[in-house]
């Protein structure tokens, strides 16, 4: 993952993500969002999933959405096969699996992909609201 400036719309990402073996059925997402106190990510704002992915992928309001179209994984196929998912130049342009209103400031999403007791994949994004 690559984020770039963009002077039109302030950043961009490229992204470039390899699956090498198929997902077993049973993935669960766990994932927290984390504010900003007294210059630390330390604040819990009550944003927590600990759900099925495929079920979280499929939802048309979900936290998940922006996630998977910067990665190129939202065909609508669950779980991902194996293969290269790359996307260059993404801009979160659509709020849609957003909330509708949250405020400003530095916020951390914390993510994790598990089988049973097993994490297959963790992703920390820092974010900046205005």
């Not at 922006?66 to 194996?82: K, V, W």
């Amino acid at each position: 993952m690559e984020l770039n400036y963009d002077s039109e719309y302030g950043a961009n990402v490229d992204t470039h993500l390899e699956i090498i073996k198929p997902f077993p059925e049973g993935l669960k997402i766990i994932a927290d969002v984390i504010a900003v106190q007294m210059g630390e990510y330390t604040l819990n704002v009550g944003v927590h999933l600990d759900t099925d992915f495929c079920e979280l992928a499929e939802s048309p309001n979900s936290l998940a959405v922006p996630i998977l179209r910067a990665i190129n994984m939202d065909s609508g196929t669950c779980p991902p096969e194996p293969g290269i998912y790359e996307r260059e130049g993404y801009v979160l342009d659509s709020m849609d699996g957003l909330p509708s209103a949250f405020p400003a400031g530095h916020y951390l999403l914390n993510m994790s992909l598990i089988y049973e007791e097993s994490v297959l994949f963790h992703l920390d994004v820092y974010l900046r609201i205005y």
